[in-house]
């Protein structure tokens, strides 16, 4: 059909309400465009707050002293070690590992068969499948793409000594995002050693590999 009316979307539309293959609705819910990455967090931030109780599967493992407080969900074949302190709203994926004395704090999302070390500290934050953190390291306000690999005792750093509004950078323009509180954002099969720390508003590109114990600036 695109074809047929010169690749011309526009056209092809008028051809499909023309021959009434396509209808208008209205969507009277909540409704979060992902034009920029931080707005993955609003859309996670939305569906999370329209749960209305935790599940947990019969499968996923809880050690003791395991500590849920909120709406938390656990999904089948998941790991949660001792001394895991879980805060809803949040998610633990599908055969994913949460080490001892990790916090998970509200409005993280951790995705199919992740891996995070013992005494993490991950808050607001969206982890993609199949991605370690490293032990001691903290992942606030940021997403992290598809096998992304980062190291012990990496820090995102999440706001500015002075709570100024976060920018980041698109090319070489910086873009506001309203936000005072904005980690770092890593693409798929990210590698990050151990020792770093990453600077607010920090994106990463796919497939980059960062070296042990460096920072990571905008600049």
Known sequence: LLESSGNSMEKALKKMVA???LRASMWEDEW???VHPWEVLTGNKIIMDSWQESSIAKTATLEANVTLQ???????GAIIK???VLEGPCCIGEG??????SLVRSYTSVGKNCSVGSGVELK???VME???IGRLS???DSVLGENVDMGAGCMTVNRTVDWKQIKVKNGKRPTPTGMAKLGAFLGDNVVVGAGNTLEPGVVVASGKIIPACYSVNQK
């Open 70 to 76: 909120g709406i938390v969900r656990i999904e089948a």
């Open 32 to 34: 979060q465009d992902v």
């Open 124 to 126: 607001n934050c969206v």
């Open 130 to 132: 199949n991605t370690q």
């Open 82 to 84: 001792s001394g895991a």
């Open 19 to 21: 021959g009434e293959k």
């Open 96 to 101: 994913s590992y949460i080490g001892n004395n």
């Open 138 to 140: 903290f992942v606030g």
